[in-house]
């Protein structure tokens, strides 16, 4: 039987605040356990909680960022749950009035195409302390640091049909929320987590099936293994007349399989209701449209334009405007060079690669943006060639000066002497007699494979700073 994969997933974001949602204590990645836990996240008696007001910016910044309804009165609940690193014994949230409603979501594939994603609703709510299972001599330690630090969950509605959506909706939530700066959205430190919702239906079939939900996934690769793993478990159940259990499952990305953690609850065993220590969060237009203000050019947007205003292809486009950062610094290196298709060829091909080997972000790049416009514009003027540019730009990237630097330090100029180039030219037809004979004997398909010698004999004997341009018109003349 064919199987449709239906897939929902509700991201907790850690919003970027310097403090948490209910408490002044600090939101720093790294400290000691317990030393960013203060009475009010510890639960103590007679602590009340006090609303941080940042996150509550940084929600409705998120909700105009995807269309969505804004709640302009929105009520935090108590979810009541018992686990060790909860010190309440329940969890501050939102659950029938959540501070954003119902929206949506544009993704786009490798091939270009795009897909519209549902957004059920984005809610506020503080995160739990964190379970310590290692050096404990088989117990478990309680970090309460991340307690109470601010949360914003993404629920999207069940409208994600295979792992690669999945991995597309998750990149281009991460380029959002990091364009407008409510969050690093730093998988490895927990700043993104995803809980899959997923379950199998017949192909053509409206009904959904019984889900599984996979907690806590922090990883755009581990998202994609944990949906190909479940769709072929859940498969084989269904296929051999089996029925799927609703349930909360792990997944083990060294097995590289899901295993049961406890069966799924559901909002009455949560016994929400509302909390009685803070009041509703009451807006008004005046206020949404001041945050509105705030906004800079959002992911989507910035694609469209960059396609428009410099020309590029979608891909380009794309990947140029996964995050600010680097579509900041392409434009950069444009505004310095003038050229947008050699600069676009630049960054992704040269200057990604090697940050990419050296595993380093855009924003800690050894080669500045201006000096890599630099650099393009000594391509565009003819002082180096294309390939020149690269051994120049290895140079840069090493620390050994600017551009105008390394080529006068290493002597890499371009001859573009036409009297020094013929001079070569003519050495390398008199030193090739058998080639040339097989040149003028060939028809002008393998003419074309065949000037390729010459170009490339010319270049060794100048030591590739020949102008390629010259070489060849000089070529197509002598040899005729």
Same mark, same amino acid.
């Given at each position: 039987m064919q199987w449709e994969t239906v897939i929902g997933l509700e991201v907790h974001l850690q919003?970027?605040?310097?403090?948490?949602?209910?408490?002044?204590?600090?939101?720093?990645?790294?400290?000691?356990?317990?030393?960013?836990?203060?009475?009010?996240?510890?639960?103590?008696?007679g602590m009340l909680p006090v609303l941080n007001k940042e996150a509550v910016h940084m929600a409705v910044m998120f909700g105009l960022g995807i269309g969505a309804e804004i709640?302009?009165?929105?009520?935090?609940?108590?979810?009541?749950?018992?686990?060790?690193?909860?010190?309440?014994?329940?969890?501050?949230?939102?659950?029938?009035?959540?501070?954003?409603?119902?929206?949506?979501?544009?993704?786009?594939?490798?091939?270009?195409?795009? /897909?519209?994603?549902?957004?059920?609703? +984005?809610?506020?709510? %503080? &995160?739990? !302390? @964190?379970?310590?299972? $290692?050096?404990?001599?088989?117990?478990?330690?309680?970090?309460?640091?991340?307690?109470?630090?601010?949360?914003l969950e993404i629920v999207s509605e069940p409208d994600i049909r295979s792992a690669a959506e999945a991995v597309?909706?998750?990149?281009?939530l991460h380029s959002l929320v990091t364009y407008l700066g409510i969050s690093d959205g730093n998988m490895a430190e927990g700043s993104m987590r995803c809980d899959i919702n997923i379950s199998l239906r017949p192909?053509?079939?409206?009904?959904?099936?019984?889900?599984?939900?996979?907690?806590?996934?922090?990883?755009?690769?581990?998202?994609?293994?944990?949906? /190909?793993?479940?769709?072929?478990?859940? +498969?084989?159940?269904? %296929? &051999?007349? !089996? @029925?799927?259990?609703? $349930?909360?499952?792990?997944?083990?990305?060294?097995?590289?399989?899901?295993?049961?953690?406890?069966?799924?609850?559901?909002?009455?065993?949560?016994?929400?209701?509302p909390e009685p220590d803070l009041l509703p969060i009451v807006i008004d237009g005046a206020y949404v449209e001041a945050v509105r203000e705030t906004l800079p050019e959002l992911p989507t947007a910035k694609r469209h334009r960059f396609v428009e205003q410099y020309q590029l292809s979608a891909y380009d486009a794309n990947v140029l405007a996964d995050s600010?950062?680097?579509a900041d610094y392409y434009e950069a290196v444009v505004a310095v060079c003038g050229d947008?298709?050699?600069?676009?060829?630049?960054?992704?091909?040269?200057?990604?690669?090697?940050?990419?080997?050296?595993?380093?972000?855009?924003?800690?790049?050894?080669?500045?943006?201006?000096?890599?416009?630099?650099?393009?514009?000594?391509i565009l003027d003819n002082t180096i060639s294309g390939k020149i540019a690269k051994q120049v730009f290895e140079a840069m990237w090493n620390g050994e000066g600017t551009a105008d630097e390394v080529i006068d330090a290493k002597g890499l100029k371009q001859v573009s002497d036409?009297?020094?180039?013929?001079?070569?030219?003519?050495?390398?037809?008199?030193?090739s007699a058998a080639q040339v004979e097989q040149y003028l004997a060939a028809d002008d398909a393998k003419r074309k494979k065949l000037v390729g010698y010459f170009v490339g004999q010319v270049m060794k004997a100048s030591k590739g700073q020949a102008n390629p341009g010259m070489v060849n018109k000089l070529l197509a003349q002598k040899l005729k």
């Amino acid at each position: 039987m064919q199987w449709e994969t239906v897939i929902g997933l509700e991201v907790h974001l850690q919003l970027a605040t310097r403090s948490k949602i209910f408490s002044g204590s600090a939101t720093t990645f790294g400290a000691a356990p317990n030393t960013q836990a203060s009475a009010v996240d510890l639960a103590m008696p007679g602590m009340l909680p006090v609303l941080n007001k940042e996150a509550v910016h940084m929600a409705v910044m998120f909700g105009l960022g995807i269309g969505a309804e804004i709640g302009m009165r929105s009520v935090f609940d108590r979810k009541n749950y018992f686990y060790p690193d909860l010190p309440k014994g329940y969890q501050i949230s939102q659950f029938e009035d959540p501070i954003v409603g119902k929206g949506s979501f544009e993704i786009q594939m490798e091939d270009g195409s795009t /897909r519209e994603i549902g957004i059920t609703r +984005a809610h506020l709510e %503080e &995160d739990a !302390g @964190k379970s310590l299972h $290692e050096d404990f001599h088989g117990m478990s330690g309680i970090d309460l640091n991340r307690a109470g630090t601010p949360l914003l969950e993404i629920v999207s509605e069940p409208d994600i049909r295979s792992a690669a959506e999945a991995v597309a909706y998750l990149k281009a939530l991460h380029s959002l929320v990091t364009y407008l700066g409510i969050s690093d959205g730093n998988m490895a430190e927990g700043s993104m987590r995803c809980d899959i919702n997923i379950s199998l239906r017949p192909k053509g079939q409206e009904a959904l099936g019984t889900r599984a939900e996979i907690k806590n996934v922090n990883s755009f690769r581990f998202v994609e293994r944990a949906i /190909r793993h479940e769709f072929d478990r859940q +498969a084989d159940i269904l %296929e &051999d007349g !089996g @029925k799927i259990v609703q $349930e909360t499952r792990l997944y083990d990305p060294d097995r590289d399989e899901t295993r049961s953690m406890r069966s799924k609850e559901v909002a009455n065993d949560y016994r929400y209701f509302p909390e009685p220590d803070l009041l509703p969060i009451v807006i008004d237009g005046a206020y949404v449209e001041a945050v509105r203000e705030t906004l800079p050019e959002l992911p989507t947007a910035k694609r469209h334009r960059f396609v428009e205003q410099y020309q590029l292809s979608a891909y380009d486009a794309n990947v140029l405007a996964d995050s600010i950062a680097l579509a900041d610094y392409y434009e950069a290196v444009v505004a310095v060079c003038g050229d947008a298709k050699i600069a676009a060829n630049w960054v992704q091909v040269e200057l990604l690669g090697l940050l990419n080997k050296a595993e380093l972000d855009i924003s800690a790049s050894p080669v500045a943006a201006a000096a890599l416009g630099g650099l393009i514009n000594r391509i565009l003027d003819n002082t180096i060639s294309g390939k020149i540019a690269k051994q120049v730009f290895e140079a840069m990237w090493n620390g050994e000066g600017t551009a105008d630097e390394v080529i006068d330090a290493k002597g890499l100029k371009q001859v573009s002497d036409s009297g020094a180039i013929e001079a070569m030219v003519d050495e390398v037809i008199a030193n090739s007699a058998a080639q040339v004979e097989q040149y003028l004997a060939a028809d002008d398909a393998k003419r074309k494979k065949l000037v390729g010698y010459f170009v490339g004999q010319v270049m060794k004997a100048s030591k590739g700073q020949a102008n390629p341009g010259m070489v060849n018109k000089l070529l197509a003349q002598k040899l005729k």
